[in-house]
């Protein structure tokens, strides 16, 4: 498997021509995941050997949000991947993940869930603390 980069559901041009610069730049190979894959197991769209195509073609609705998941990218690459995409401007996709063995079975549409939840719970925990007081927080 090649150091690459699965993005799924990218609409905003500007966002998907930074991002594919960035990954240019530090040699990062680009998947552009079409809707009707989106049932197909993450390792097999990122080329890890061993896992199989289903048979299934995705017909439902599309996630709402981005998705961009670093499949056999080393730690220091993704860090470098992340800053200078914030350095750039680029707009931030909340729905991101590493390909692992817990998820490389998965497909875009499992993964998209866990990630949803991971976020809304951040976003809820942001919430709760930036309403509470200092003595609070103590």
Do not use: C
Not at 18 to 31: E, N, S
Not at 46 to 68: N, Q
Not at 74 to 81: G, V
Not at 90 to 117: G, M, Q, R
């Amino acid at each position: 498997m090649r150091e690459s980069i699965l993005l799924m559901n990218f609409k905003d041009k500007k966002q998907l021509k930074g991002i594919q610069m960035t990954a240019f730049l530090l040699k990062l190979k680009i998947r552009m995941v079409e809707e009707k894959d989106f049932l197909q197991p993450l390792g097999y769209l990122a080329g890890v050997e061993g896992i199989e195509p289903s048979d299934e073609v995705f017909l439902g609705e599309a996630p709402e949000h981005e998705i961009l998941v670093f499949a056999g990218v080393p730690d220091a690459k993704l860090q470098r991947m992340l800053a200078e995409m914030r350095k750039n401007g680029i707009k931030k996709v909340d729905h991101k993940a590493i390909l692992t063995p817990t998820n490389v079975h998965w497909n875009t549409i499992e993964l998209y869930e866990e990630l949803d939840k991971e976020h809304q719970a951040i976003q809820k925990g942001q919430q709760a603390h930036e309403g509470s007081s200092p003595e609070e927080n103590a």
